[in-house]
T-cell receptor, first 115, second 112 residues
Framework: EAGVVQSPRYKIIEKKQPVAFWCNPI?????LYWYLQNLGQGPELLIR????????DSQLPKDRFSAERLKGVDSTLKIQPAELGDSAVYLC?????????????FGPGTRLTVL | SQQGEEDPQALSIQEGENATMNCSYK?????LQWYRQNSGRGLVHLIL?????REKHSGRLRVTLDTSKKSSSLLITASRAADTASYFC????????????FGQGTRLTINP
């Protein structure tokens, strides 16, 4: 069974440029998460989807970040424009909706470097 | 902001020794989970302990939970070089068990 797939794995851009990350969760997992992980820190939730609905986006900086999950399967996270402080690893995870004790399955992440 | 605080931030031991990592948290929880992250990889779920459990085992892993002290510990016995990784605790609150809040992690190095 394929795990969570993310692309690209690495991205280097100049500040003020846009960037997009893509995630395909495990088949059958209705819940999808986007996390930001700074160096030496644990992941911090940006947004959580239940199917196509964003049920928790309180930590998403909405002035420059946006996300979508139009068909309730794969998802795209966008930053426009990128700032130097956005350099981090962006992790996608998925889990089975409705499970009280949710184990999350993580993708390998996209390492973003903003120059 | 991150709820969990992990101790120590870094731990280096010899292969074969036991490794103990601690996690403290602030709010009431539904469950607490431990994850491992190898360098450049995503996180991998290790073990989940519910708020009404005090101890749980999985292979060489032993997790304890003390809800009165709001703390948990992860013990890895008979460590191997392949255990070298960062280990994170994550808490799911009573209000929202679908949301995990991660600690800053413990970087474990096993020396051969």
């Amino acid at each position: 069974e394929a795990g969570v797939v993310q692309s690209p794995r690495y991205k280097i851009i100049e500040k003020k440029q846009p960037v997009a990350f893509w995630c395909n969760p495990i088949s059958g997992h209705n819940t999808l998460y986007w996390y930001l992980q700074n160096l030496g820190q644990g992941p911090e939730l940006l947004i959580r989807y239940e199917n196509e609905e964003a049920v928790d986006d309180s930590q998403l900086p909405k002035d420059r970040f946006s996300a979508e999950r139009l068909k309730g399967v794969d998802s795209t996270l966008k930053i426009q424009p990128a700032e130097l402080g956005d350099s981090a690893v962006y992790l996608c995870a998925s889990s089975i909706q409705g499970e009280t004790y949710n184990e999350q399955f993580f993708g390998p992440g996209t390492r973003l470097t903003v120059l | 902001s991150q709820q969990g605080e992990e101790d120590p931030q870094a731990l280096s031991i010899q292969e074969g020794e036991n490794a103990t990592m601690n996690c403290s948290y602030k709010t009431s929880i539904n469950n607490l989970q431990w994850y491992r992250q190898n360098s450049g990889r995503g996180l991998v779920h290790l073990i989940l302990i519910r708020s009404n459990e005090r101890e749980k085992h999985s292979g060489r892993l032993r997790v304890t939970l003390d809800t009165s002290k709001k703390s948990s510990s992860l013990l890895i016995t008979a460590s191997r070089a392949a255990d070298t990784a960062s280990y994170f605790c994550a808490t799911a609150s009573i209000q929202g068990a679908q949301k995990l809040v991660f600690g800053q992690g413990t970087r474990l190095t096993i020396n051969p």
